[in-house]
């Protein structure tokens, strides 16, 4: 599928593994504003730069931005946090193993762009909203937000039409390299039931000219560093806040009742069914005989060093085992684009997995996030109900134009479900309170 220009499809990688035009291109060509500056240092600096990447900094991550359920004053981490330490990972990760740096790193802050208040929570809630409109999923909307809602720049198909937004107008690399799922809803290559895609129905246009000529199903090297990253960061600084917290207390992993409570949860949720449990114990019991394992957190500014370095010492470890294994299989080389597979190997994954776990059950599964999880999910339906009522009252300028402009029904829930996923927590439930009047 051609874009606005009319191009030709990529190739990807030219024999030395490098970046050749057609993924430098932009979906609306473009002058440089300042000779010398690269295609990839443009996108890094426009997602930077971006609304909706500030607006990250009040979308929960784990702990909702600004509760006090920690027993130690531990600043948990937001979406915005997040998305700069993977940023932080994938950049260094990438860099060394010849990708471009800024390139991957504008893939790490983008990857979360499109999630909406409450988490996955309210990913999930959203999801119930947009059921007969195309659903909903934070990927999918993190392309149609990087490519259609956030206002930077505006084109004209043809020279009568009205101006259209064609987003941060990114590189055709950096948004494959942005995208988890190159698929849209229900055409999962593996488990058609799967919840996970990676664009919406009316956004395919620019998806397959961000995706021309790549191999069906397959994501680009780029976005398999990005992924990892983003597993690595999330899983150790989830591990992380939970020893901050109080709520993670490493004496208790070395039960056996406790360790199969974790197993639980990471078979099915994080790993295959079918891993046998003595691998995830062994995984365990890797990390805990390394000298840098913390053995206990009192809060103290010791331990709140020894807690940071065992925080880095896992990063590394992830990303050094991925980076070692990559290079056996494809050489010294620069790897990009489709030129290879990132290779991670199973105990690396299998470690990773275990802390997801451990943050899981001793952070997420308590009694009050339960509670508060099922009060975020009445507050998004509630609020979804309350503006379908009202549109095109309690929606903001850019969207209530985009819904006095929709063609139909369908069209118009879906700039619903684009302002909603917009809000963050506070401003979800400051506007469920001026519409329905409860708390």
């Not at 107008?169 to 290559?189: E, I, Q, S, V």
């Amino acid at each position: 599928m051609a874009g606005i220009t009319g191009t030709t499809p990529p190739h990807f990688a030219t024999p030395t593994g490098g970046y050749d035009d057609a993924a430098t291109e932009r979906w609306a060509p473009e002058p440089d504003k300042r000779p010398g500056r690269t295609a990839f240092q443009r996108d890094r600096a426009r997602v930077l730069h971006s609304a909706a990447l500030r607006r990250l900094a009040g979308k929960t991550q784990v702990v909702t931005p600004g509760s006090r359920s920690q027993e130690w004053d531990a600043s948990p981490r937001t979406r915005l946090t997040h998305s700069l330490e993977c940023a932080q990972v994938g950049r260094e990760l990438g860099a060394a193993l010849g990708c471009d740096p800024d390139l991957v790193e504008a893939a790490c802050l983008a990857h979360d762009m499109g999630h909406p208040p409450f988490g996955h929570n309210g990913e999930q809630a959203l999801n119930d909203f947009a059921a007969d409109c195309g659903g909903f999923e934070g990927n999918a909307q993190s392309l149609r937000l990087l490519t259609r809602i956030e206002p930077k720049r505006f084109v004209r198909f043809t020279e009568t039409s009205d101006p259209v937004s064609v987003g941060l107008n990114l590189t055709r690399a950096t948004l494959d390299a942005a995208t988890k799922y190159p698929w849209p809803r229900g055409a999962h290559p593996i488990r058609p039931d799967s919840l996970k895609f990676g664009v919406y129905e009316d956004d395919l246009p620019v998806f397959g000219w961000a995706r021309e000529g790549a191999p069906a199903d397959r994501t680009c090297f780029e976005a398999q560093v990005m992924d990892w990253s983003d597993d690595v960061a999330y899983s150790v600084h989830d591990f992380e806040d939970g020893l901050h917290a109080g709520h993670v207390v490493p004496a208790a992993l070395s039960s056996g009742t406790e360790r199969r409570g974790i197993w639980a949860v990471a078979i099915g949720r994080y790993v295959p069914r079918d891993t046998d449990p003595r691998e995830l114990s062994d995984a365990l019991d890797r990390l805990m005989a390394q000298e840098w394992w913390p053995r206990g957190y009192d809060g103290s500014a010791v331990a709140q060093s020894r807690l940071k370095d065992a925080t880095s010492q896992l990063i590394g470890r992830f990303c050094l085992a991925a980076e070692a294994a990559t290079r056996e299989a494809y050489g010294t080389g620069p790897l990009t684009r489709y030129a290879a597979e990132l290779v991670v190997p199973r105990t690396a994954r299998l470690e990773c997995a275990v802390l997801k776990a451990v943050a899981d059950r001793y952070v997420m599964q308590r009694a009050e996030q339960a509670a508060l999880r099922a009060d975020q999910r009445i507050v998004l339906a509630e609020l979804a109900e309350a503006l379908t009522a009202r549109a095109p009252e309690g929606l903001d300028p850019q969207f209530r134009a985009l819904f006095d402009a929709a063609a139909d029904d369908r069209a118009r829930k879906r700039v619903l479900v684009d302002q909603i996923a917009s809000f963050t927590d506070a401003a979800a439930r400051s506007l469920h309170t001026e519409l329905t009047g409860r708390t």
